[in-house]
C-alpha cells in the first residue's frame, strides 16, 4: 500500500510564496493521479489542484487558478504545490492525496492521503 507525507508548510506574509511536497512510500511502483485539497477553520475540505498520472493534465480550483500550479517530482507518484501571491484566505491544512483514476477532483476519488501540512498567511 501507499503513504504520503506532506512537508513545506509553514508561516509567511500575504504576497509571498511557499513550494508543498508530497512524498509517498510503499507501493510507489504503481502509477497515480495526485490531487492537494485544503480545510481551513471553520470550512468544508475543498478541491485545489490535480496532476493525471501522465503529469500533462491539471485541474486548478478557481480560487487558486493563476497563483498555484501542481507538477510531479522524478519519483513516481511525488507531487509539489507551488503556491504564489498568497492570501490571508489560502490559510488552511492542506492534504495530498493519490487516485487510482488517471485525474479527479472531488475527495471521495482519491485512495490515499497525507496527514496535512499547516500554512497560514499573515502580516
Known amino acids: 500500500q501507499v503513504e504520503l507525507v506532506e512537508s513545506g508548510g509553514g508561516l509567511v506574509q500575504p504576497g509571498g510564496s511557499l513550494r508543498l511536497s508530497c512524498t509517498p512510500s510503499g507501493r510507489t511502483d504503481l502509477s497515480f493521479g495526485m490531487g492537494w485539497f485544503r480545510q481551513a477553520p471553520g470550512k468544508e475540505r475543498e478541491f485545489v489542484a490535480a496532476l493525471s498520472r501522465s503529469g500533462t493534465t491539471t485541474n486548478y480550483a478557481d480560487s487558486v487558478k493563476g497563483r498555484f500550479t501542481i507538477s510531479r517530482g522524478n519519483a513516481k507518484s511525488t507531487a509539489f504545490l507551488q503556491m504564489n501571491a498568497l492570501k490571508v484566505i489560502d490559510t488552511a491544512v492542506y492534504y495530498c492525496?493519490?487516485?487510482?483514476?488517471?485525474?479527479?477532483?472531488?475527495?471521495?476519488?482519491?485512495?490515499?492521503w497525507g496527514q496535512g501540512t499547516q500554512v497560514t498567511v499573515a502580516s
Open positions: 492525496a493519490a487516485t487510482y483514476w488517471d485525474i479527479a477532483t472531488e475527495g471521495r476519488e482519491y485512495k490515499f
